[in-house]
């Protein structure tokens, strides 16, 4: 490997690193995802394409769309916000088919205990939801409907995925 496509994946990483903890703390601050920050992420992995394989680059993008079409039907249901799927869709591009798999096993599990601290009188440490907008929380709704900052898990599964690169710079 050149020196250059070393610093190529290691600008690639890292940036992609800090674009998703800026989403999960910018999602559990305020609910919202800045579009900056899968863009970050996307345009990331458009960098580490320029010294991979032709292989990863294409499973990646497939991958990505497939994640975004699934992500756009959950959003026209409500089921998903914008931010999230967007950050879904930008974090697959690195998964390619044969991470997608243990991504979402990841992102499922740390959504899980997101949700279980949602529900628990931890909660009250987390800012409230805003009262405006898509994510509103309507009065007298359950505790099961309120939104929740799942940008947090999102990014939980992306770093997992990104830290299987790491053996590409050793």
């Known amino acids: ?27 559990l601050r305020s609910y919202q995802i800045p579009n ?8 990331a992995f458009l960098l580490m394409a320029t010294v991979v394989p032709r292989a990863f ?9 497939g994640v975004l079409a699934i992500g756009a039907v959950l959003f026209a249901r409500r089921l998903m916000g ?4 967007k950050l879904l869709a930008a974090a697959a591009l690195w998964c390619g088919p044969g991470l997608l798999t243990p991504f ?3 992102t499922s599990l740390s959504g899980a205990a997101l949700a279980g601290v949602m529900l628990s ?37 992306g770093l997992w995925v ?9």
């Not at 903890?21 to 910018?26: D, H, I, K, L």
């Not at 680059?57 to 769309?65: I, K, P, Q, S």
């Not at 914008?82 to 799927?85: C, E, H």
């Open 82 to 85: 914008g931010g999230d799927v």
């Open 121 to 157: 009188p931890l909660r009250r440490r987390l800012p409230a939801p805003p009262t405006g907008g898509w994510v509103s929380a309507k009065p007298g709704a359950s505790a099961l409907r309120q939104p929740a900052p799942f940008g947090v898990a999102i990014a939980l599964g």
């Open 1 to 27: 490997m050149t020196s250059l496509a070393l610093v190529v994946m290691v600008l690639a990483l890292s940036s992609s690193a800090f674009a998703l903890v800026w989403a999960a703390a910018s999602d």
């Open 162 to 170: 990104l830290s299987r690169y790491i053996v590409l710079i050793r």
């Open 104 to 106: 979402a096993l990841v």
């Open 57 to 65: 680059v294409l499973g990646g993008l497939a991958t990505g769309a």
């Open 36 to 43: 900056r920050a899968s863009a970050i992420l996307a345009v």
